[in-house]
């Protein structure tokens, strides 16, 4: 189709969407390759070509003085065919153009529009680059075309597949859909799309590919077969497809076959709009596929040229035009005289009406690749009109020379055409990057099967990218028809998502989207979804049941309000209680014989050592301070070798006063007097007491919170500083019982009158097994039960020796005071 002008822009356009070739030999005639199969959309977008050329021609404020004019051709959906109309377009220009001059023969033609397929555009992109003539396509979106180095003068007006892939990522992530499969044709569009959504998404992480399979060209059966099978056996519910609309119909024909149902379709813009599939025995599977559609315009004016189309009756034969010929004729379902033999179908007579059939190609209330048409050609037109006000002088050429019209070179134009920025009457802002790609939008739609049958295919949103705020989703979520059975969103994943508190651990051999969640060790945290590795907790705190947070760590010791911290504080109190009320005894009697006996002092004084050693075990309860870590010790030694210190005197008294009644054995009684006695004592006592101060001094006991122990828990205790500190004095105080028991033991077959040493071994024989038993159950009992094991060895050693040496003298007194006197202790008496 063609117009003449002074200016010629050229235009591909698919208006058949097949052709068939002829068999070649080398004995016959070349013959041309048929065309078959007229595509209405396709002829309105060369149509759209012509109309905005037109509007320019009429506008006086765009090129004035210059008429357009266009040669337009239709690729047969065949790629030798484009590529023959693209060098067609390309050759015919002359090395000079005088635009005063008649000149014979195809004006030049200075800028093309189209193609309508990437394969074929890139194509012809290659050869065109070489002469740096500009090419504006409106529907090639392979993202391989931005590359500047290969496609020096290449732009468009549709968005690059990168867009795509990203909107579609974006969508993706929208609804939390990470485990998808990707299905793609065979063809620089499919493979490219394929190869920036893998790198995309392993770029952004919006997921897994469940599969990658390439759509055949061919109808190869058993290969969709396959394909199908594999869709409906995978977990994954959502499918992207980037395919046109040939492919799809194989494709859903195979999906209707082996009935493959619950799935999320995703459409690429080739097949978004695609009537063909909206057919109400596809629609129950397609219904609710959600596709990324070419931004939509509206162009005033266009259904009324199209009105306008009319055959050239007086030359029907003119191959000029005879693309409207050919519309009339699939049109209207005639043809033009003469017709071809075997036609039994009416005559084309050039008076059929356009507003009287039912056709597709006046429906302008969904303009989209004829809008990226309209902005293609004013593109073109503003980029020349830009070159003819250039001033001499101060042109952007060598010398600040300007282009002209009648010496013009196409690589001038691509000059102006990069810096090309207009807005279209719809209120769109057109302009190109570095890569010759327009500012991206597209559309997002929403397929709906309506009750009635009929379908419909609605905007609910856009994504598009601005300087400001970058690459922004728009979703109108209310409004989007999900075909499921909650009419809601569907799951799509491979592993449901990690909660907080467990961790993501990949499986072997599979996509970074298959995992399994494993719960968090003790200890460590993740308070996040999907979280990859889990927290340690700081050191006071520990990971609570749930493993989402951290919460700190339980402090324990030995508490008065546990019920092991009461026992044994009710037991301390119970020793110390009896201890006051044997001294009140013996108080009360301490005239009578048996108290009198061996040095009361020492048994007033044992009594109140035994006390203390009692009360010193409340020090070993409740939360460990400096001072009672310091004071718990020393106490203890304090006192348990008083007592001890004690019941050695009293048995060597014993001893001594047995030897003093044997003949001439009196005097060893002078060496174990009042004050011999409370010297020893005192001595024995001090020197624990001296311990204590250089073992507090050098090394003195403190708190501790323990964290070894118990990951979970602090104990708190009291650490003893100095083991060789405590060992000394543990050790001296053990030396001492030794030597107590020893002695006793060495007295026990003493006459009854000096029975007192028996009841001493006894206690001492108590004594000592609990503290031999106390330390391997101490060093062996961890936190506050260390310190439970003390104070039992405190409360039961203080236990036996108050039972043992003060029980019996109790006893008699209390009991049976016949036995209280002095008679009966020498000996004398009625009763033994």
Request: charged content about 15%; some cysteine.
């Amino acid at each position: 189709m063609h117009k003449p002008g002074d200016v010629i822009l050229g235009g591909l356009f698919e208006v058949h969407y097949t052709s068939v070739f002829p068999d070649w030999t080398f004995s016959s005639e070349p013959r041309q390759p048929s065309c078959q199969g007229f595509d209405t959309l396709g002829f309105r977008h060369a149509q759209t070509m012509a109309f905005a050329i037109d509007e320019i021609n009429r506008n006086s404020n765009l090129l004035p003085n210059v008429t357009l004019g266009y040669s337009l051709y239709d690729n047969c959906g065949a790629l030798v065919i484009g590529f023959s109309g693209a060098l067609s377009l390309a050759s015919g220009r002359e090395e000079q153009f005088q635009l005063q001059e008649n000149c014979l023969g195809t004006p030049p033609v200075l800028g093309i529009v189209g193609d309508s397929s990437s394969t074929f555009t890139i194509a012809a992109s290659n050869v065109l680059s070489l002469y740096k003539m500009p090419l504006v396509s409106h529907f090639a979106t392979c993202s391989c075309l931005s590359d500047r180095q290969k496609f020096p003068s290449f732009f468009r007006t549709i968005p690059s597949d990168a867009f795509q892939v990203r909107a579609m990522i974006q969508i993706l992530k929208r609804f939390h859909w990470t485990w998808m499969g990707l299905l793609v044709t065979s063809d620089d569009y499919g493979l490219h799309a394929a190869q920036s959504f893998q790198s995309d998404l392993a770029r952004y992480g919006g997921g897994c590919l469940a599969y990658l399979e390439v759509l055949p060209w061919d109808n190869d059966l058993s290969e969709l077969r396959r394909i199908v099978h594999l869709i409906k056996t995978s977990t994954a519910r959502v499918v992207i497809v980037f395919a046109h609309e040939s492919h799809m119909i194989q494709l859903m024909e195979e999906v209707v076959r082996q009935n493959v149902t619950g799935l999320q379709w995703i459409a690429s813009e080739a097949w978004t709009a695609a009537a063909l599939l909206q057919t109400p025995r596809l629609m129950p599977y397609l219904s609710g596929t959600l596709g990324i559609a070419i931004r939509r315009g509206e162009i005033p004016g266009l259904r009324d040229f199209l009105l306008k189309i009319h055959p050239d009756l007086h030359d029907i034969n003119n191959y000029e035009n005879s693309m409207v010929n050919l519309f009339w004729e699939h049109t209207f379902q005639c043809r033009f005289a003469p017709p071809p033999a075997g036609w039994v179908g009416a005559l084309c007579t050039g008076d059929e009406n356009l507003e009287n059939v039912e056709t597709e190609i006046l429906d302008v209330s969904n303009l989209r690749p004829e809008y990226n048409v309209y902005k293609a050609v004013y593109a073109l037109a503003y980029a020349l009109d830009d070159m003819l006000q250039c001033v001499p002088g101060r042109g952007p050429f060598s010398g600040r020379s300007c282009a002209t019209l009648q010496r013009l070179e196409p690589w001038q134009l691509v000059h102006y055409l990069q810096k090309v920025n207009f807005t279209t009457p719809f209120g769109d802002q057109v302009s190109f990057d570095e890569n010759g790609d327009a500012l991206p939008v597209y559309d997002i739609m929403n397929w709906l099967w309506l009750p009635d049958g009929r379908t419909k295919v609605q905007n609910v949103g856009e994504v598009k990218k601005s300087a400001f705020k970058g690459e922004e989703l728009t979703l109108d979520e209310n409004k989007i028809f999900w075909n499921f059975q909650f009419k809601e969103p569907p799951q799509s994943v491979c592993s449901e998502s990690c909660p907080p508190g467990t961790r993501i651990a990949r499986k072997k051999g599979q996509p970074e989207c298959c995992f399994d969640c494993i719960p968090c060790s003790d200890g460590k945290i993740s308070n996040n979804t999907d979280s990859m590795e889990c927290t340690s907790c700081p050191e006071d705190f520990w990971s609570n049941p749930q493993r989402d947070h951290c919460v700190p760590k339980k402090i324990e010791f030995l508490s008065y309000h546990e019920p092991l911290g009461i026992c044994l504080t009710t037991t301390s109190l119970l020793g110390t209680f009896i201890c006051a009320v044997v001294l009140g005894i013996f108080t009360h009697h301490r005239s009578t014989p048996i108290v009198r006996a061996n040095n009361s002092e020492l048994s007033f004084l044992l009594l109140i050592s035994l006390k203390l050693c009692f009360l010193c075990s409340l020090l070993f309860i409740g939360s460990p301070r400096l001072w009672t870590c310091q004071l718990r010790h020393a106490a203890f030694g304090i006192s348990f070798v008083l007592c001890v210190s004690c019941i050695l005197v009293k048995t060597m008294v014993v001893l001594a006063v047995f030897k003093a009644s044997k003949p001439g054995g009196g005097a060893s009684l002078k060496w174990f007097g009042a004050m011999q006695q409370r010297g020893t004592v005192l001595v024995l006592t001090s020197i624990q007491a001296a311990i204590c101060t250089a073992w507090l001094v050098s090394s003195s006991p403190a708190p501790y919170k323990n964290i070894q122990y118990q990951n979970d828990k602090i104990i708190y205790e009291c650490v003893v500083g100095s083991t060789v500190g405590f060992a000394v004095l543990l050790g001296y105080i053990g030396l001492l019982a030794i030597l107590s028991f020893l002695l006793a033991f060495l007295a026990r077959n003493l006459p009854d009158n000096f029975n007192e040493a028996k009841f001493i071994t006894f206690s001492m024989l108590i004594f000592c097994a609990v503290w031999v038993a106390f330390v391997p159950a101490y060093v062996n009992s961890p936190g506050k039960y260390a310190d439970a094991v003390e104070v039992f060895a405190i409360l039961a050693s203080s236990f036996g020796l108050l039972v043992a040496l003060f029980g019996p003298k109790c006893y008699i007194i209390l009991l049976r005071p016949e036995r209280n006197t002095k008679k009966a202790l020498m000996g004398r008496g009625t009763t033994r």
